[in-house]
């Protein structure tokens, strides 16, 4: 079958956060706004989701459904199989509504009040909230940013855990916002230094279906499966196929005392059991008979970044696609204009009209950089970028 990415889905009406509450997280917003800045898709759910989750729907009750479902199980050991030749055992497969809950349940978890969780800025935003508001302590070891890319300081890094009383690491892989797709190289050497340390590793591998062609993503666990009892990896269908509203997240868990601590928290502390009727179908769906409609998708987003950077390079803009490896999130080095975070929010958002996230956000090191989501039709890509342009133009 042959998707239709070019189409534009009518959001409103959906409750939609990123189209019909903006004003919520963009107060100066335009109502005609161009919105492509939180980390969902604008194409419609492949066919054979919304009809795996019509037919659940047929069957009348929405009672309580449970994860140990071994056809669900079946298809996410599966899924894993095949686009990573990652064996993962079932029994290692527990829920999360989402993946951000999954990291405070864990800053709670693997470490106690005022001990070191270690980031690495830039990084996704909810890193830092889900740390301090847990009340560990957040320690940055920053990404180097150099000839155009960004790197991992891995004798920071050492320094860091050492110094700074460090309990466990949230890593980001592939990573948000840089794009950065980390190689076997650079993993291995990373996770040496963790083992060398004995550290639990939250390894958030949230995008890792979302691959530019020629690109290849490594789970973490596969780079040394003597350690992979004390790596906890955080995946979820909810951004390879536009499911963030159905609220599910398979977070791998090797070590059984880890597994335990993991339950009683969720159960015993919160009540937390298992996901919605519709998130299970909607996952076993896409796993079972979506690999094609993702695959296109990904297809498309690679044409999407490319029409970003042929534009700046056409136009002259002194703007700079990063990275671009992984995600659906193009990040954009716009440091050469010189300006100060509010003044590149406003040209952003009042000048041009378009609501992107603002590089700063994910830590000071993104200062002067802008996100923008590019799940999106190629038309909506053509407009923000002949926005940018004349909001730029003279500067």
């Known amino acids: 079958m042959k998707y239709n990415f070019d189409n534009i889905v009518d959001r409103s009406g959906t409750d939609s956060m990123k189209w019909e509450h903006i004003s919520m997280f963009y107060p100066k917003a335009q109502d005609d706004v161009l919105s492509m800045w939180v980390a969902d898709m604008d194409f419609a759910c492949a066919p054979q989701i919304l009809d795996a989750i019509k037919q659940r729907t047929d069957r009348q009750i929405l009672g309580y459904s449970h994860s140990s479902n071994e056809q669900f199980l079946d298809a996410v050991q599966g899924w894993f199989s095949r686009r990573f030749n990652w064996t993962v055992d079932k029994e290692s497969i527990v829920y999360a509504p989402g993946i951000v809950p999954a990291l405070g349940f864990l800053a709670n978890i693997l470490a106690e009040e005022g001990e070191g969780i270690l980031i690495q800025r830039p990084v996704y935003y909810p890193f830092t909230r889900m740390i301090e508001k847990n009340n560990r302590k957040l320690v940055n070891n920053p990404l180097r940013y150099q000839n155009g890319d960004w790197f991992m300081d891995l004798d920071d890094l050492e320094n860091k855990i050492v110094s700074e009383?460090?309990?466990?690491?949230?890593?980001?892989?592939?990573?948000?916002?840089?794009?950065?797709?980390?190689?076997?190289?650079?993993?291995?050497?990373?996770?040496?230094?963790?083992?060398?340390?004995?550290?639990?590793?939250?390894?958030?591998?949230?995008?890792?279906?979302?691959?530019?062609?020629?690109?290849?993503?490594?789970?973490?666990?596969?780079?040394?499966p003597s350690y992979k009892h004390r790596i906890i990896t955080c995946t979820a269908p909810s951004k390879s196929f536009n499911l963030a509203g159905v609220q599910l997240s398979n977070i791998v868990i090797n070590d059984e005392e880890m597994r335990n601590n993991w339950h009683e928290f969720m159960h015993g502390r919160f009540g937390l059991g298992d996901p919605n009727a519709f998130a299970l179908v909607a996952c076993q769906a896409a796993y079972n008979e979506a690999e094609s409609w993702l695959n296109q998708v990904n297809e498309y987003i690679d044409g999407n970044f490319n029409f970003i950077r042929e534009f700046i390079n056409e136009n002259n803009l002194k703007m700079r696609l990063v990275g671009g490896e992984g995600t659906y999130l193009a990040w954009i080095d716009m440091r050469a204009y010189n300006l100060t975070d509010e003044q590149l929010?406003?040209?952003?958002?009042?000048?041009?009209?378009?609501?992107?996230?603002?590089?700063?956000?994910?830590?000071?090191?993104?200062?002067?950089?802008?996100?923008?989501?590019?799940?999106?039709?190629?038309?909506?890509?053509?407009?923000?970028?002949?926005?940018?342009?004349?909001?730029?133009?003279?500067?």
């Not at 950065?180 to 650079?186: D, G, N, P, S």
């Not at 992107?356 to 802008?370: N, R």
């Open 345 to 395: 929010t406003e040209l952003v958002l009042e000048k041009a009209n378009i609501a992107l996230d603002d590089g700063y956000i994910f830590g000071e090191e993104g200062t002067g950089f802008q996100r923008i989501n590019v799940a999106c039709p190629r038309s909506r890509v053509v407009q923000c970028m002949n926005s940018l342009k004349a909001a730029f133009s003279g500067l």
């Open 165 to 224: 009383n460090v309990k466990a690491i949230f890593f980001c892989s592939p990573h948000n916002p840089t794009g950065r797709v980390w190689t076997v190289t650079e993993l291995e050497g990373f996770l040496s230094i963790c083992k060398r340390h004995n550290l639990w590793v939250v390894s958030d591998e949230i995008h890792f279906d979302l691959i530019r062609k020629g690109i290849k993503h490594t789970p973490l666990e596969l780079i040394d």
